[in-house]
C-alpha cells in the first residue's frame, strides 16, 4: 500500500511533465493534422538552454530561484522562437503537400535539431543546477521532495491557464475556430498563419517549461532526452485523443501513473514497454482515445 | 448610383481547366443582385475568386473603387466584404454566441459588437435560445441563419451569400429569405447566388444567368422571371 502511494506520487510528477509536452503535440495536431516529432527536441533546447543560462546566473551572483525564473523564461523565449521558426521554415512550405511529406519533415527536423544540439551544446550529459531543494520531505509514508513539489504544482497551474486562454479569449476561440476550419477561419478576418504561428509558439513554450522541469528533477540534461520524453508524451496525446486538450492532459498524467505503478510489478529496465502496452491497448478499444470524441456534424 | 463591385473579364481556372471564362458584372450601392445558373455552371468559382479563396487567373474585381483582385480572404472582412459560404461552413464545436463572436472577429468595439449580437437574436430568436449550445447540435436551417448572422457582425457593405437555400426544407427557406430581405433592406448590399432561381429572382433587383462559365443572360428580376429562356432552362418551363 504505502509503496503503491509512492508510486502514484512519483506517477504524478513523472506525468504532469508527459502533459506539458503532449499538449504541444496535440496543439498543432488539432490545428495542423500534423505530428510535430520535433516537438521532443524543442523541449531538449528549452532545458540545456537552462542549464547554461542558470549556470551563469548563479556564477553572476543571482538567487537560485530569480536565476531559475530568468532561466526558464529564456528557455520560453528560445524555444518559442526555434517552434515558430520550425513551423515557418519546414512545415508551411508543405501546408498543401501529401501528408506524407510533412510527416517525414518532422522526423528529419528531429533529427537536425538533434545535431543543432551537439554543435551548439555539445555530446555531455550536463548537470543540472539544484535550484529548489531536492531534500526529500516524508508525510506519512509518502516522500517527495520540493522540487517534485514544484513540478506538479506549476504545471496544473499552466495547463489550467492554457484551458482558459483557448476557451475564455478571443485568441482562444480563434485557435479553435482555425483547428475546424481553416478557410472559414479566414472568411472572418483570422490570419491564420499568425494564429499557426502563435500556437507553435505556445506549445514550445510549455515545451521548454517542460524542459527544465525534467532537467531539475533527473538532474541532469543532454542532447538526446527529448527523444524518448518526446515519443512518451506523443504517446500519451494520442492515448488521450490527439487534437483534445483535455486528452493530452489525462493521458499525461495517466501515463505517468501507469509507468510508475507499473513499476511496482516489474523491472524499471521494462518500465517503456509497459508505457507502450497501454498505447496499442487503448488504441485498440478506443481508437479516438480516452477523451477525443467529435461533436456531430450536420450537413 | 456607383458600383459597389465591378467584375471585368473574370477568368478562374483548376488545374488548366477553366470553370469561369471571362465574366463581367456589377453590383450598386443597395441592390441585391442574384447570379443563377445550373449546377456546375461556375456560381461558387465566381464566388471563391470574389472572396480571395481561389486566385483568379484573369479579370479584375474592383470594389469601392479599390483593385481587390486576389486579395486573401482575411484581408478583405476589414474591407467590409462578408461571405456566406456554400453549406453554412458554422464551427460545430464553436458555440453559437462564439461563432457569431468570429463573425466580429475584426472589429475591436466590443460594446457595440455584442449589441449587435443582441439585435441578431431579436432579429432570429431561435438562437437566442441556443446562444449556449454547440453549433453543431443546431438543424440546418439553423445553421443557415447563424451563418448569415455571423456574417453580419463583421458589418459588411456587401454580404455575398451562396446558396443560402441549399438542403433546406421549404418553410425554413422562406424564414432564411425573410432575414436577407430584412437586411437587404437595412442597406447591406447583397450578391446572391442561387440555384433556386425563381426564388432568388423574386426576391433580388437584377440578375444574371450563368452558364458553363460564361454570362448568357442579365437584366431586371422581373424581367428574367418572365423571359421565356429563363423560364425554359431553370423554372421548369
Known amino acids: 500500500m504505502d509503496v503503491l502511494l509512492q508510486q502514484i506520487v512519483n506517477g504524478l510528477v513523472v506525468g504532469s511533465v508527459y502533459a506539458l509536452v503532449a499538449l504541444g503535440y496535440t496543439m498543432v495536431y488539432g490545428i495542423l493534422q500534423l505530428i510535430n516529432f520535433a516537438h521532443g527536441e524543442v523541449v531538449m533546447i528549452g532545458a540545456l538552454s537552462a542549464v547554461f543560462s542558470s549556470k551563469w546566473m548563479l556564477a553572476m551572483g543571482m538567487g537560485p530561484i530569480l536565476a531559475l525564473l530568468l532561466a526558464t523564461l529564456l528557455s520560453m523565449l528560445i524555444c518559442a522562437t526555434v517552434g515558430v521558426l520550425i513551423e515557418r ?6 501546408r498543401n503537400a501529401p501528408r506524407l511529406a510533412p510527416l517525414i519533415t518532422a522526423i528529419a527536423m528531429s533529427i537536425l535539431l538533434q545535431q543543432i544540439g551537439i554543435l551548439v551544446f555539445g555530446r555531455n550529459y550536463f548537470t543540472f543546477p539544484e535550484l529548489i531543494s531536492k531534500t526529500p520531505l516524508t508525510f506519512g509514508h509518502v516522500t517527495t521532495t520540493p522540487n517534485e513539489i514544484m513540478i506538479f504544482v506549476v504545471s496544473v497551474l499552466l495547463m489550467g491557464g492554457l484551458l482558459w486562454l483557448v476557451h475564455n479569449t478571443k485568441m482562444g476561440a480563434a485557435m479553435r475556430a482555425v483547428a475546424e476550419n481553416q478557410k472559414i477561419a479566414g472568411l472572418m478576418g483570422v490570419d491564420i498563419n499568425k494564429i499557426i504561428a502563435i500556437t507553435f509558439a505556445i506549445g514550445s513554450a510549455l515545451g521548454a517549461i517542460a524542459g527544465v522541469m525534467v532537467a531539475s528533477n533527473y538532474g541532469q540534461a543532454h542532447y538526446y532526452m527529448g527523444f524518448m520524453l518526446g515519443l512518451k508524451a506523443f504517446t500519451a496525446a494520442v492515448m488521450g485523443g490527439i487534437g483534445n486538450l483535455w486528452g493530452a492532459m489525462v493521458g499525461g498524467l495517466l501515463l505517468g501513473l501507469v509507468e510508475n505503478v507499473g513499476l511496482i510489478f516489474v523491472r524499471g529496465d521494462y518500465k517503456d514497454i509497459f508505457a507502450f502496452v497501454v498505447l496499442v491497448v487503448v488504441l485498440i478499444f478506443r481508437p479516438q482515445g480516452l477523451v477525443g470524441e467529435r461533436v456531430a456534424e450536420r450537413a | 448610383m456607383s458600383a459597389l463591385l465591378e467584375v471585368r473579364k473574370l477568368e478562374v481556372a483548376y488545374g488548366g481547366i477553366k470553370a469561369i471564362k471571362g465574366i463581367s458584372f456589377r453590383v450598386d450601392e443597395g441592390e441585391m443582385v442574384t447570379l443563377i445558373g445550373a449546377n456546375g455552371a461556375g456560381k461558387s468559382s465566381t464566388l471563391r475568386a470574389l472572396s480571395g479563396l481561389v486566385m483568379p487567373v484573369g479579370g479584375t474585381v474592383t470594389y469601392n473603387g479599390k483593385d481587390v483582385t486576389g486579395v486573401p480572404s482575411h484581408a478583405l ?15 460545430a464545436r464553436l458555440s453559437v454566441h462564439e461563432n457569431l463572436l468570429m463573425g466580429a472577429y475584426a472589429r475591436k468595439d466590443k460594446a457595440q459588437i455584442l449589441r449587435e449580437i443582441d439585435e441578431i437574436y431579436g432579429m432570429i430568436p431561435r438562437l437566442k435560445e441556443r446562444t449556449a449550445q454547440l453549433a453543431g447540435t443546431l438543424s440546418g436551417g439553423e445553421q443557415q441563419m447563424l451563418a448569415i448572422g455571423r456574417a453580419m457582425l463583421a458589418r459588411p457593405k456587401l454580404l455575398m451569400l451562396d446558396e443560402p437555400s441549399m438542403g433546406l426544407a421549404p418553410l425554413m427557406v422562406e424564414k432564411i429569405f425573410e432575414i436577407i430581405n430584412l437586411i437587404a433592406k437595412r442597406g447591406t448590399t447583397v450578391l446572391l447566388i442561387e440555384q ?23 437584366g431586371d428580376a422581373k424581367a428574367l422571371l418572365a423571359d421565356p429562356r429563363v423560364k425554359a432552362a431553370y423554372l421548369g418551363g
Do not use: H, M
Not at chain 2, 472582412?77 to 464551427?91: K, N, Q, S, T
Open chain 1, 89 to 94: 521554415l519546414a512545415y508551411r512550405p508543405l
Open chain 2, 77 to 91: 472582412v476589414g474591407l467590409g466584404i462578408a461571405l456566406c459560404p456554400e453549406g453554412r461552413g458554422v464551427f
Open chain 2, 196 to 218: 433556386n432561381a425563381q426564388l432568388a429572382l423574386e426576391n433580388a433587383n437584377r440578375g444574371y444567368v450563368l452558364e458553363s462559365g460564361e454570362i448568357t443572360l442579365s
